[in-house]
């Protein structure tokens, strides 16, 4: 009887031993693909490598990089009876404070006389992702300087319409008129070619304000350029002139910014004029073309 019962018994264990082997052998198996698949899953969402620094790693001293004798001259008349120690330290300017050489720097001049007190001022900007795996230096320097671009009022730059390309003009259906000296009133977009300017340069009755001479300055006075995208400086530029409002006794003094970027560096530079005599107004482009040379020299400066 004892017997009986030990037989029946040890094929029960047998088949129990079995079936826990097998069921090792599945966790085994089961715990070999999820490590499979973990390490498939990292390789597969791996980022991206973070991108490389920008071009420029430090940032040279302003003074120094703007200290071409010729256009400082240009730009800041020396004023009678300075000591050469005197006109040395009017054409070495002045450094701004600065706690991070490598981040921000900058510079200023100023040059004062009978007639006019002139201020110049340049500034370095190295742009610094801290978060290259989004967006690399190059890319936040340019948002930098799109915000620049915007709180100047200007518009982003996009392709020209030349005249007489483009989209049609849905008012003139067929701009090739047969006679253009006598438009079809259908077409009020045609019209006879404007009257050649009275001699001896006046602007037409038709002519803009901006480019009519202000009181007290000669009849020969450049007209207003105005703030615009510049081409041909830097990676990107714009330049931003502003005339303070005309007063009884109070000069217009002029300000023309330019700023552009040159990869993860943005550059300013500000030149402002401030006559003494009420009713003189800065010439717009002899203004301008003066900050263009020194913005220019420094773009060559950063390219060296």
């Known amino acids: ?14 088949m129990l031993t079995a079936l826990a082997a097998g069921a090792a052998g599945l ?4 715990g070999g693909s999820d490590g ?30 703007a200290a071409d004798s010729k256009k400082l001259k240009a730009m800041l008349p020396e004023p009678e009876g300075l000591t050469p120690e ?26 004062q006389t009978p007639e006019e007190t002139r201020l110049l001022s340049v500034g370095f900007e190295r742009v610094v992702s801290y978060d290259r795996g989004a967006a690399s230096d ?23 319409t030349t005249p007489g390309q483009g989209a049609a003009n849905p008012a003139s259906p067929n701009p090739a008129s047969p006679n253009p000296a006598n438009p079809s009133p259908a077409n009020p977009a045609a019209s006879p070619p404007p ?8 602007p037409s009755p038709g002519a803009p304000a901006s480019g009519t001479p202000a009181p ?4 020969s006075a450049q007209p207003e350029l105005g703030s615009r995208v510049l081409e041909g400086l830097g990676t990107e530029a714009f330049l931003d002139d502003k005339l303070s409002a005309a007063g009884a006794t109070a000069a217009q003094s002029r300000t023309v910014r330019i700023v552009f970027r040159t ?18 107004v800065p010439p717009s482009g002899e203004t301008q073309d003066k900050a263009r040379q020194l913005a220019q020299a420094l773009a060559e400066r950063f390219n060296e």
């Open 1 to 14: 009887m004892q017997r009986t019962a030990v037989r029946r018994v040890l094929p029960g264990l047998a």
């Open 27 to 30: 966790t085994g198996c089961t």
């Open 36 to 65: 499979g698949s973990t390490s498939d899953s990292k390789a597969g969402g791996s980022s991206a490598a973070p991108a490389q620094p920008g071009k420029y790693r430090s940032l040279p001293a302003p003074c120094r990089a």
């Open 86 to 111: 005197q006109r040395d330290q009017l054409y070495a300017g002045v450094a701004d404070a600065s706690y991070d050489g490598d981040r921000h720097v900058g510079c200023r001049w100023t040059s």
């Open 138 to 160: 190059d890319d936040k320097a340019k948002q930098v300087y799109v915000r620049l671009l915007t709180d100047a009022h200007l518009p982003f730059p996009g392709p020209v």
């Open 195 to 202: 009257a050649s300017p009275p001699a001896g340069g006046a």
């Open 216 to 219: 007290g300055t000669s009849p």
């Open 263 to 280: 990869s993860n560096v943005i550059v300013k530079v500000e030149y402002s004029v401030q006559p003494a005599a009420p009713g003189t």
